[in-house]
């Protein structure tokens, strides 16, 4: 018998089974500016399995079934081990199988160009499981600070095979890695770390210490290894701690829980404590902090390109709604206030884009030595706060507008079908982690202190001078103030303007004239609510590009 009491229509397809590279234009454009020979290809593939309808359900049972703490065996002994639903597995697989993680630092010039590239698409269809691949790719700055460490563990930290398996690092066929400076008392202040680290002899990986405390916040508990800070006789030093010793003894790292967190549900963050666990010097004693921070330096931009990437991910879904779905007698992406608020996002995604992928290029170019002018480190160490802070502050705005444009489906999660309201419970998390807005605000401040901060922004700026009077304007007020400005209070605004004007500043080089004029007339004067274009800026132009 038929039950139907209505025909269902004027209801969106699922977006599945598309090319998330061959589709971005934005990125190919971006891409072609910043490293002409990069490998398409590649990237086509990526861009081809993260958008499969497999790999979207990959992400969706990784989220929808969490990963489990298992404390002890039913033996009652410890064994600490977290356990993950197969499509974690998946995906973790893909994520290493793809070099996100380590290999670009052994490659040559455009390498870290191209892996920002990757890692922005494989966000578009999960981003937490990145969380482990994000700090395996950062680590190596800091851990070349220990050659020793360094050259036993890199091989397996650029291996492309994902190896979950509980085993000495010499026994795995790829090692992943995670950090650990966060405690009860202090995350953004860890000069306030009471973890105690007792020297204990020297051996082949170097000054050896007995670690005793916890950490608050540890991430991806299951890598193989961990930097961390602790409190040597030497003040705050930066330490190397395997969840394995090299004798192949289990080291004292006792997992409390799990965190329950708002979004990010494939990746698990826990609470450890250390009880006398052993963990090796990396750096010097007493400069524990400057030392890990060679490593979150790296993380904060992939906070930048993973925000990038879940924007892009958001505007597709709204614009693959909107080009389906009909009210009041047309296509919602026909109606004139639904065309600005989407031009509106896509301009604001590309502006992420360009500005994610431009702290890639400096942090290659720098990698690379082929930065003879000093420009690029210059360019390295300001747009590492200004894109994390502004990107990823945008970023819950965005995702809450793009919700929007779906109407009441966009807040229906339906177990995981529908990614908006995941993408809109990840979006915050970017903003917090390695560094919260205000911080990346002060350290904006403290960077501007360099008298060549200055001189490198006005040389970047200049490709957009006398291209449009908003920004000109904007440019000669920021540039202004750059020098002067020592007020913490302000420090929020200088880092909003510079990111605007930088952004601008490679949309005129590398996107369309009615993307550039655009963001020009509206995010100098307002960037508050999405779809304020003024009229006449070419919205069917913007929305082709998208
Ligand atoms: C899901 C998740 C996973 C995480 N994983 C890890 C991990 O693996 N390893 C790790 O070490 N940490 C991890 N963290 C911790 C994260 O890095 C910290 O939460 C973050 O750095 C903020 O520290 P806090 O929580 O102690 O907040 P606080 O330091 O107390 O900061 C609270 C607020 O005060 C602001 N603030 C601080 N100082 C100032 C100031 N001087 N002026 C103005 N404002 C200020 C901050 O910007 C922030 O908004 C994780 C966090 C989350 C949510």
Redesign the pocket.
Known sequence: MSRATHTVFNQSTPLADVNLFSGNRALADALHFHDAGFNSARLAALGAEMGSAVMQQHARLANAFPPQLKSHDRFGRRIDQVEFHPSYHVLMSAALRHGLHGTPWSAGAGAHVERAAAFLLFTECEPSVLCPVSMSYAVTPALRANMAIHSDWFPGLASRSYDERFLPFDRKNGLTM?????EKQ????VRANTTRAEFDGDDAWGRRYRVTGH?W????PMCDAFLILAQTSGGLSCLFLPRILPDGTVNALAIQRL?H?LG?HANA?SEVEFEAASAWLVGDEGRGVAQILAMGAITRLDCALGTAGLMRHALSLALHHARQREAFGKRLVEQPLMKNVLADLAIESEAATALALRLARAVDRCEAGQDASGHEAAMRRLLTPIAKFWICKRGSHFAQEAMECLGGNGYVEEQGEGVMARIYREMP?NS????????MA?DLLRTLRDPAAGAALEHELEPARQAHPAFDRRRDLVLRAVGGITE?VEARRLARDLALLLQATLLRQHSSDAVFAAFCASRFDTADVFGLLPAGVGLDAILERA
């Not at 916040?217 to 991806?220: D, E």
């Not at 917090?432 to 911080?439: K, Q, V």
Request: charged fraction near 20%.
């Open positions: 995670g950090m650990g400076m966060t202090g995350g953004s202040d950490k916040f540890l991430s991806a965190k967190k990010n963050s998390l917090i982690w390695e560094g919260a807005g205000n911080i002060l913490e």
